[in-house]
């Protein structure tokens, strides 16, 4: 079985001298019709009955606009849903469970949300074809456990909530205090419960367009948990939380399910994913392209064969490389030259002040920054990039400094290619560069497009390109993950690694995603204090030292998976919990 996607955002017909991709297709030079030109669109159709999958329009279309993939025929029976002629294609669905989270795992644009709004309803089905109605459905899934649900959900016996995933966007939508908001969702007079488990208490008072976003995400959140519904799906509930908050957030979506309800999330940091699901679903294809729901797997083997890039029961290898985590505490390069020492520096903003304890970097290092939100992190960022001077103490140091700050702001009217060739064009001409960095980050698809045109995925990784490229000593990036899918986490988790390694530079990193941290990181540098009030920066230490500390105040104990190395979070009250809890070892057993 044959598909082939022309993404027509990409095409331009008048710019490659005229539908190149008819003129070089060898059954159209035959006098077959493999691709045929929509005169009333422009564009031109590539007819897949025709098609003998060559790849030669494949490679000749300079806008890199088509994908042709030979899937195996069974696939077939289990397409579920097109989006039109050449458009994209989606396979299978996941289950869904009274009782059970069920965890999606995948790259963004292969077909997640699509999925979710067939399952909620919102969207029937075509089934590939030119379905027009849910019996239909129905009878394409006899057999499987989403008949029952289907037949549920026609019947309107199923009430689906959905948490979306970009909670930025609400204040544009909902109007008003965040009380009058929550009270209005109430349906199961759960009000006091909820805001107290979600520490929203202090904001009940607040607009809406007054929070940040880690109050909009728990808001949002909360007005999915007082909803009386069948299926709830949360998109995303980890972002802008930190790492106490994503925990918190996770038990209290499990309480949901232990209560019967049927719960579906998609989480692309891998520590909540795991702690929150029963059974994951890897999702894998192409991006704008495809996308295949695998079948469902135990949530530790299918998060572990996701790593290794390889899913066993399907027979698919779907990335070249395996991701591994090294066990052991101590990677840090003691051996390496001093970058530089920095004084003691203090901030005060007034309501808030910062103080930061004196420390040392090292060269061809990588330290991560940690600690709940609003204790100083960016804050202090900000003082060794310049960008803020601090109270008192001075950064008097004469090095190079890369700056990717959190929010990053998008007002250039000039091409992705443009901004970074400013930067340093060698840098994307360097096979190094194109390995490490550029091309797992997808960077050469969008050289031609706006900068000020991209979506938040697109910027962060733009904004993660810009400042690795960018000649300096030291590397300061706030939030590399935010926006980012779990593929695009694991690919800048390794750029900056082997670009720290290989260049023998330093980068400070400010993450809350437990494996990103534990992937990227030879040192530690634990943030401390009141949020709001104060907050004191305790010099970078070891991992074993930095994680003991910082995850006594989460009060959350990690052990490592044998197979993968990866850190997975205790169940609080395990056996393992409480013993690593007495001997003090939070995440070094
Ligand atoms: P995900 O949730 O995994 O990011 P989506 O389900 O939102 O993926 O979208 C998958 C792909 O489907 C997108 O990349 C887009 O190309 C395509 N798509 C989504 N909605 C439409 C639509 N209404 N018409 C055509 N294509 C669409
Ligand atoms: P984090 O990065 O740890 O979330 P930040 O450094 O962003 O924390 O903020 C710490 C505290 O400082 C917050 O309470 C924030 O409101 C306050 N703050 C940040 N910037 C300013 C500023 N320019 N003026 C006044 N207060 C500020
Ligand atoms: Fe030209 Fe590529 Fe569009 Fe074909 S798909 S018309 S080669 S831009
Ligand atoms: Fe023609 Fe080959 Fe492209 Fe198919 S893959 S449309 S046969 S050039």
Request: aromatic share 8%; glycine share 8%.
């Given at each position: 079985m044959r598909i082939a996607v022309i993404d027509y955002e990409k095409c331009n017909p008048d710019k490659c001298g005229h539908f190149l991709c008819e003129r070089v297709c060898p059954v159209n030079r035959m006098g077959g019709e493999a691709i045929i030109i929509d005169e009333e669109n422009y564009r031109p159709i590539i007819q897949e009955a025709s098609c003998?999958?060559?790849g030669i329009c494949v490679h000749k279309c300079p806008f890199n606009a088509i994908t042709i993939v030979n899937l195996p025929e069974e696939l077939e029976e289990g397409?579920?849903?097109?989006?039109?002629?050449n458009a994209f294609v989606l396979y299978r669905l996941p289950v869904v469970k009274e009782g059970m989270v069920v965890g999606i795992l995948g790259p963004n644009g292969t077909g997640k949300t699509t999925a979710v709004k067939i399952l909620a309803g919102q969207l029937l089905p075509n089934l590939c074809g030119d379905n027009d109605s849910w019996d239909n459905v129905i009878r394409a899934f006899r057999?499987?456990?989403l008949q029952t649900y289907f037949e549920r959900l026609k019947n309107k016996e199923i009430r689906p909530v959905v948490k979306p995933q970009?909670?930025?966007l609400i204040p544009k939508a909902v109007k008003g205090k965040v009380r009058d908001l929550l009270k209005r969702a109430d349906?199961?007079?759960a009000f006091d419960e909820v805001v107290d488990e979600l520490e929203l208490r202090n904001v009940?008072?607040?607009?809406?367009?007054?929070?940040s976003g880690g109050e909009i995400q728990r808001v949002a959140i909360a007005a999915a948990l007082l909803r009386n519904a069948h299926f709830y799906f949360f998109d995303e509930?980890?972002?802008?939380?930190d790492i106490r908050q994503r925990l918190k957030v996770a038990r209290i979506i499990r309480k949901l399910a232990d209560s019967g309800k049927a719960v579906l999330t998609v989480e692309h940091d891998l520590a909540v994913l795991d702690y929150l699901s029963d059974i994951v679903h890897v999702v894998y294809g192409k991006p704008g392209a495809y996308g295949i729901f695998s079948q469902p797997k135990g949530t530790r083997n299918g998060i572990n064969e996701f790593l290794r890039g390889y899913l066993r029961d399907e027979n698919?290898?779907?990335?070249p490389y395996e991701i591994r985590f090294t066990?052991?505490?101590?990677?840090?390069?003691?051996?390496s030259e001093i970058l530089v020492e920095y004084q003691r520096l203090v901030k005060d903003y007034g309501g808030f002040r910062l103080e930061a304890e004196p420390g040392t970097l090292y060269m061809g290092e990588v330290v991560s920054i940690v600690g709940p939100?609003?204790?100083g992190k960016t804050t202090f960022v900000k003082m060794l990039a310049g960008v803020e001077k601090p109270?008192?103490?001075?950064?008097?140091?004469e090095l190079k400094v890369s700056y990717k700050p959190q929010y990053i702001k998008a007002?250039?009217?000039?091409?992705v290619y443009d901004l970074l060739s400013k930067i340093d064009a060698s840098k994307l001409l360097s096979n190094f560069y194109k390995t490490e960095l550029l091309n797992p980050l997808s960077i050469p698809d969008l050289y031609d497009k706006q900068v000020n045109e991209l979506s938040g995925g697109e910027l962060q990784r733009v904004a993660i390109t810009a400042a690795l490229i960018r000649d300096a000593d030291l590397y300061l990036l706030d939030?590399?993950?935010?926006?980012?899918?779990v593929e695009q986490r694991l690919a800048v988790s390794r750029a900056i690694r082997h670009l720290m390694e290989k260049e023998g530079k330093t980068a400070l990193v400010v993450e809350h995603d437990v494996l990103m941290i534990d992937y990227i990181s030879d040192r530690i540098m634990v943030f401390e204090g009141e949020p709001g009030k104060y907050g004191k920066a305790l010099p970078p230490t070891g991992m074993r030292e930095g994680m003991n500390r910082f995850l006594a105040s989460v009060g959350v104990t990690f052990r490592r998976d044998?197979?993968?190395g990866r850190p997975r979070a205790n169940k609080e009250g395990s056996v393992k919990d409480r013993e690593q809890k007495e001997m003090g070892e939070y995440y070094y057993v």
């Amino acid at each position: 079985m044959r598909i082939a996607v022309i993404d027509y955002e990409k095409c331009n017909p008048d710019k490659c001298g005229h539908f190149l991709c008819e003129r070089v297709c060898p059954v159209n030079r035959m006098g077959g019709e493999a691709i045929i030109i929509d005169e009333e669109n422009y564009r031109p159709i590539i007819q897949e009955a025709s098609c003998t999958g060559c790849g030669i329009c494949v490679h000749k279309c300079p806008f890199n606009a088509i994908t042709i993939v030979n899937l195996p025929e069974e696939l077939e029976e289990g397409c579920v849903h097109r989006y039109g002629v050449n458009a994209f294609v989606l396979y299978r669905l996941p289950v869904v469970k009274e009782g059970m989270v069920v965890g999606i795992l995948g790259p963004n644009g292969t077909g997640k949300t699509t999925a979710v709004k067939i399952l909620a309803g919102q969207l029937l089905p075509n089934l590939c074809g030119d379905n027009d109605s849910w019996d239909n459905v129905i009878r394409a899934f006899r057999g499987n456990e989403l008949q029952t649900y289907f037949e549920r959900l026609k019947n309107k016996e199923i009430r689906p909530v959905v948490k979306p995933q970009y909670v930025d966007l609400i204040p544009k939508a909902v109007k008003g205090k965040v009380r009058d908001l929550l009270k209005r969702a109430d349906e199961i007079g759960a009000f006091d419960e909820v805001v107290d488990e979600l520490e929203l208490r202090n904001v009940l008072d607040r607009n809406i367009d007054q929070l940040s976003g880690g109050e909009i995400q728990r808001v949002a959140i909360a007005a999915a948990l007082l909803r009386n519904a069948h299926f709830y799906f949360f998109d995303e509930p980890s972002s802008y939380l930190d790492i106490r908050q994503r925990l918190k957030v996770a038990r209290i979506i499990r309480k949901l399910a232990d209560s019967g309800k049927a719960v579906l999330t998609v989480e692309h940091d891998l520590a909540v994913l795991d702690y929150l699901s029963d059974i994951v679903h890897v999702v894998y294809g192409k991006p704008g392209a495809y996308g295949i729901f695998s079948q469902p797997k135990g949530t530790r083997n299918g998060i572990n064969e996701f790593l290794r890039g390889y899913l066993r029961d399907e027979n698919v290898r779907f990335r070249p490389y395996e991701i591994r985590f090294t066990k052991s505490s101590d990677r840090q390069s003691q051996a390496s030259e001093i970058l530089v020492e920095y004084q003691r520096l203090v901030k005060d903003y007034g309501g808030f002040r910062l103080e930061a304890e004196p420390g040392t970097l090292y060269m061809g290092e990588v330290v991560s920054i940690v600690g709940p939100n609003g204790i100083g992190k960016t804050t202090f960022v900000k003082m060794l990039a310049g960008v803020e001077k601090p109270t008192e103490g001075e950064v008097d140091w004469e090095l190079k400094v890369s700056y990717k700050p959190q929010y990053i702001k998008a007002d250039y009217e000039e091409t992705v290619y443009d901004l970074l060739s400013k930067i340093d064009a060698s840098k994307l001409l360097s096979n190094f560069y194109k390995t490490e960095l550029l091309n797992p980050l997808s960077i050469p698809d969008l050289y031609d497009k706006q900068v000020n045109e991209l979506s938040g995925g697109e910027l962060q990784r733009v904004a993660i390109t810009a400042a690795l490229i960018r000649d300096a000593d030291l590397y300061l990036l706030d939030e590399p993950s935010a926006y980012l899918d779990v593929e695009q986490r694991l690919a800048v988790s390794r750029a900056i690694r082997h670009l720290m390694e290989k260049e023998g530079k330093t980068a400070l990193v400010v993450e809350h995603d437990v494996l990103m941290i534990d992937y990227i990181s030879d040192r530690i540098m634990v943030f401390e204090g009141e949020p709001g009030k104060y907050g004191k920066a305790l010099p970078p230490t070891g991992m074993r030292e930095g994680m003991n500390r910082f995850l006594a105040s989460v009060g959350v104990t990690f052990r490592r998976d044998p197979d993968t190395g990866r850190p997975r979070a205790n169940k609080e009250g395990s056996v393992k919990d409480r013993e690593q809890k007495e001997m003090g070892e939070y995440y070094y057993v």
